[in-house]
């Protein structure tokens, strides 16, 4: 199946500080989809992006899906610590079909 | 509030013996799914369902056999557990529609070792 190239693996930063990270695909999604999975729980659906060019807000967070339909980045302004987590990139084909990056691991410093 | 509830947090088997993870969910939801998550491969699908009854191979499947007999309970089967399917399980489920998102809610996960 696709592969979902996502970056970084891991992220060590200091709290206040922005965080940026990619997903990217050799094939096309029609959503991309950002989730976070909190220690010992399952991932919670942060941001849904549907079309190309789309940016999206959610608080702190920002995620835009590329044009090419191939890629889409999160932002997040002025972590805190709760934003420890792992954070995984999801494209999705259709209704049964979803590929998942490999997370990237948040860990933020007070 | 969707819920999904998975049966256990943590188990540990043997190899070789037979496991049974349940998964519920209680609203009512058609698509049913189980991933497992290793680190550094994100979450890979074993299998789904999208009806009572109903299975579709993941991109995973080999070791693994489901079973839907009420719609809002999905269990995943190990018939021979073997070490290399120690990890964590996850099951998420969806509303089916056509041509439209709908997100997927997912379990606590099922944290499972096998020695």
């Known amino acids: 199946g696709q592969q979902l190239n996502q970056s970084p693996q891991s992220m060590f930063i200091q709290e206040g500080e922005d965080v940026s990270m990619n997903c990217t695909s050799s094939?096309?999604?029609?959503?991309w989809l950002w989730y976070k999975q909190d220690p010992g729980e399952g991932p919670v659906l942060l941001i849904a992006l549907y079309k190309a060019g789309e940016l999206t807000s959610n608080g702190r967070l920002t995620a835009q899906f590329g044009i090419t339909r191939k890629d889409s980045f999160l932002n997040i302004s002025a972590s805190i610590p709760s934003d420890v987590g792992i954070y995984f990139c999801a494209g999705q084909l259709d209704n049964n079909d979803m590929r998942f990056g490999a997370g990237t691991r948040l860990t933020v410093k007070p | 509030d969707v819920k999904v509830t998975q049966s256990s947090r943590y188990l540990v088997k043997r190899t070789g013996e037979k496991v049974f993870l349940e998964c519920v969910q209680d609203?009512?939801?058609?698509?049913m799914f189980w991933y497992r998550q290793d680190p550094g491969l994100g979450l890979r699908l074993i299998y789904f369902?999208?009806?009572?009854?109903?299975?579709e191979k993941g991109d995973i499947p080999e070791g693994y056999s489901v079973s839907r007999e009420k719609k809002e309970r999905f269990s995943l089967i190990l018939e021979s557990a073997s070490t290399n399917q120690t990890s964590m399980y996850l099951c998420?489920?969806?509303?089916?529609?056509?041509?439209?998102?709908?997100?997927?809610?997912f379990g606590p996960g099922t944290r499972l070792t096998v020695l």
């Open positions: 369902s999208y009806d009572v009854k109903m299975k």
């Open positions: 094939s096309i999604f029609n959503t």
């Open positions: 609203m009512d939801h058609e698509n």
């Open positions: 998420a489920s969806s509303l089916r529609t056509s041509g439209s998102f709908v997100t997927q809610y």
